[in-house]
């Protein structure tokens, strides 16, 4: 057994996502005001118990991987690691991760079982349930907002849940989008396939694309957040969402590379300098 193997099984590379736990912190502007460690305390303990995850789903579908184009290179679908000692690591994981969090309040350790066990849940039943399956991932896109607003304390914007949730389910419905592909193309596809076909698909990814950008005008012409930002201008951000919203439908739709969300973010250049400047561009706004 190989390191890169255990890395690819724990799928470092999705801890991308875990960056939202930090999202409530950094949007709340009370980022000088509060304590920070346990918000990156947060975040490592999350990053550990989905890797657990990771493991548990890998193992229920290995069957599933083995007959998949790209995960059939996936550590237990190929034989590099064996299933006895992925089951060991994943209880490692999970055990450090909630050991880990007794340093943090006690309702993140709550938010950490929900999302344990609906992960559990969706490992083993609801991801074979068309719409339920990616309605059950944007949820855990929110309960990471959650558990970063429950670690430092802040308050958590109903904005930010709408539209994460909104991007989440918008990022899941093009994963979906590559398994109704791969099924055209002969690959035997998820049980819950037959729930989805390319035109649902893509009218769906439309239909969400448009309702993100419209909640995010929404939210910098909130008197509620010109208030608490301290300008009026932050409309002016709504360019680079535009662009990113746009960017990736164009990889999508157009190159055909929906597969893996993170994967995607991770190597394209051009949604990498998006996010950037949107970043860049909200928090000098919001210091006028």
Not at 13 to 18: A, C, E, R
Not at 40 to 47: D, K, V, Y
Request: hydrophobic share 55%.
């Amino acid at each position: 057994m190989k390191i890169k193997d255990w890395i690819s099984l724990i799928r470092v590379h999705q801890y991308v996502k875990n960056l939202f736990i930090l999202a409530p912190l950094l949007f709340s502007q009370q980022y000088l005001e509060v304590e920070i460690l346990p918000a990156f305390i947060a975040l490592i303990c999350f990053s550990l118990m989905a890797s657990g995850v990771y493991i548990f789903n890998d193992l229920m579908d290995v069957d599933y991987d083995k007959m998949h184009p790209r995960k059939k290179l996936r550590p237990l679908a190929n034989g590099c690691v064996e299933k006895s000692h992925a089951i060991l690591l994943m209880l490692l994981l999970i055990v450090s991760a909630f050991t880990l969090a007794l340093m943090l309040p006690l309702n993140v350790i709550f938010t950490m079982v929900v999302y344990l066990l609906l992960n559990i849940a969706y490992s083993i039943k609801l991801k074979h349930i068309a719409v339920i399956d990616i309605f059950i991932i944007a949820i855990g896109f929110v309960l990471r907002l959650i558990v970063g607003a429950q670690a430092t304390g802040v308050y958590l914007s109903m904005w930010i849940v709408i539209m994460t949730f909104l991007l989440a389910l918008f990022l899941a419905l093009s994963k979906r989008r590559d398994d109704v592909l791969l099924a055209s193309n002969g690959c035997t596809p998820r049980k819950n396939i037959d729930g989805y076909n390319l035109e649902f698909v893509n009218a769906s990814m439309v239909v969400m694309s448009a309702v993100i950008i419209v909640s995010y005008i929404l939210y910098t012409i909130s008197a509620e957040v010109m208030q608490r930002i301290g300008s009026p201008y932050l409309y002016l951000t709504t360019i680079f969402v535009i662009f990113g919203v746009m960017r990736y439908m164009q990889i999508t739709f157009v190159s055909g590379l929906s597969a893996s969300p993170t994967r995607i973010l991770l190597k394209d250049k051009i949604l990498q300098l998006t996010i950037i400047l949107w970043l860049l561009s909200f928090f000098v706004i919001s210091q006028l």
